[in-house]
């Protein structure tokens, strides 16, 4: 019996030497090496100062801003904390569940309210939360319907706002993979760096 209890403690600390410490100080020292950016967090910095990870979405509620998609992340107590990198999830709500819809429902009419002009359909990743909670893209024809209001409420002329989007729009990776998207946080930056946005970074 020793001699197994034995065999299995220090199978168990190998392991965990090995896959525990060893391969991810091997991996992250690599990736430090080849990707370094990618490695820290790939942060955003706004005068020398973190604001924000391209890979983490975050919430814009200015009418200056462009909005990004829905989180249903939630704190340590499960009430609702938008883009909480340390508790990702969705909502889980089943397409035929009521709370779904009228969550939907809200949140179309927050962006008609903030835009009663904005014609056609609402985008659906406008009004609904990804599985993770932490998206940090919308997709080009959701950033398209902000333009208005962004540029009205920034005393812009649509062109160059639109001008901005088709600059922040990244294709499908590899060119094939997944959709063509644009990163909120990025866009918001330059629309704040453009010469005639008073102010800028209210969200």
Known sequence: MNLQLRAALVS???LTAVTGIAYPFAVTS?????????????LLRREGKVIGSEWIG?????????????SATV???GKPLPYNGGNSGGSNLAPSNPALAEAVRARIAAL?????G??????????TASGSGLDPHI???????QVARVARARGLAE????ELVAAHTEGPQLGFLGEARVNVLQLNLALDALPRADGGGSR
């Not at 690599?30 to 790939?42: D, K």
């Not at 008609?112 to 009663?116: H, S, V």
């Not at 997709?139 to 319907?145: D, G, K, L, R």
């Not at 062109?159 to 639109?162: E, F, K, L, Q």
């Open 12 to 14: 168990f600390l190998a």
């Open 30 to 42: 690599v990736a430090r090496l080849i990707f370094p950016r990618q490695a820290e967090g790939s």
């Open 58 to 70: 975050q919430s814009f509620t200015s009418p200056r801003n462009f909005w990004g998609r829905p």
């Open 75 to 77: 704190d340590a107590d």
């Open 112 to 116: 008609r309210a903030a835009d009663p």
């Open 118 to 127: 904005a014609a056609g359909p609402v985008p659906v990743d406008l009004v």
């Open 139 to 145: 997709s080009p024809a959701a950033a398209e319907f």
């Open 159 to 162: 062109a160059p706002v639109r």
